[in-house]
């Protein structure tokens, strides 16, 4: 989202005032942005509004995470060095987001334990990353690969507001996600993660990279079952249609 990325550029020196404008003016364009597409779309729930700033964050994460990238010959290069300019702001709108997202959460009454460190990981991970002002690459990194799934998460649950379910479609989109975020989060996640604890990162960045594989690894679990029972129901229903 470029509104955000364009409200939060300061020029000088990244100190600690400017982040923290930054992320105090993501939470403004956040909220900002809900309070919109509620206006929009009145007669859809508070999930389905908040679900579509989501999908807002996760273009512009990718779009910001990519944007960072120095040399795409080794998009993870160097490690544990100082962050750029480019990639705090990566990660100054994603925390935003995040503070966004805990509150707009905590509001709807829609406390959950796996929601909930998700949120706390998050936020004190990407936070420390900022104040230390070190390991943007591997941090930038993660979140490209923790959002590009998050499209098609939201997209299926919006689905079912407009009232299509139990149809190909979404069973299209179950699939794509699972195999988005499998790839993502279970296949380059653990390279992540790993090469974060071996690298001289500070002991919280560490702490925090590993709880986000494994609430990933639960997340992945949840997903494998969900797609084992959603194509055990399409196999009756096709032998069914067959018969008659």
């Known amino acids: ?86 990639q705090m702001k990566a990660l100054a709108v994603t925390l935003s987001y995040m503070v966004y997202d805990a509150a707009c959460c905590h509001l709807n009454g829609d406390v959950r334990l796996d929601n909930t460190v998700h949120h706390l990981v998050s936020i004190v991970g990407i936070g420390a990353g900022l104040a230390y002002q070190r390991c943007g690459t591997e ?25 299509v379910r139990d149809t190909d479609l979404n069973l299209l989109v179950d699939v794509l996600f699972a195999a988005t975020f499998s790839a993502a989060r279970m296949g380059v996640g653990p390279y992540l993660t790993y090469v974060t604890v071996t690298a001289d990162n500070p002991i919280l960045i560490k702490a925090m990279a590993t709880g986000l594989q494994l609430v990933s690894a639960y997340w992945f679990l949840r997903i494998l079952r969900m797609v084992r029972h959603k194509l055990g129901k399409k196999k009756p229903a096709k032998l069914a249609a067959a018969n008659n």
């Open 139 to 163: 941090m930038v990194a993660t979140l490209f690969i923790t959002e590009m799934s998050s499209p098609l998460l939201h997209l299926r649950e919006m689905l079912k507001e407009f009232g």
């Open 1 to 86: 989202m470029a509104a955000v990325a364009a409200a939060m550029e300061a020029p000088g020196v990244v100190n600690g005032s400017t982040v923290a404008s930054w992320v105090a003016s993501g939470v403004v364009v956040w909220s900002t942005a809900f309070l919109l597409v509620r206006a929009l779309f009145p007669k859809r729930s508070y999930d389905f509004c908040n679900r579509a700033v989501s999908t807002m964050h996760a273009v512009a994460a990718v779009c910001l995470a990519c944007l960072s990238v120095d040399d795409w010959s080794c998009p993870v290069c160097p490690l544990a060095a100082a962050s750029s300019p480019r």
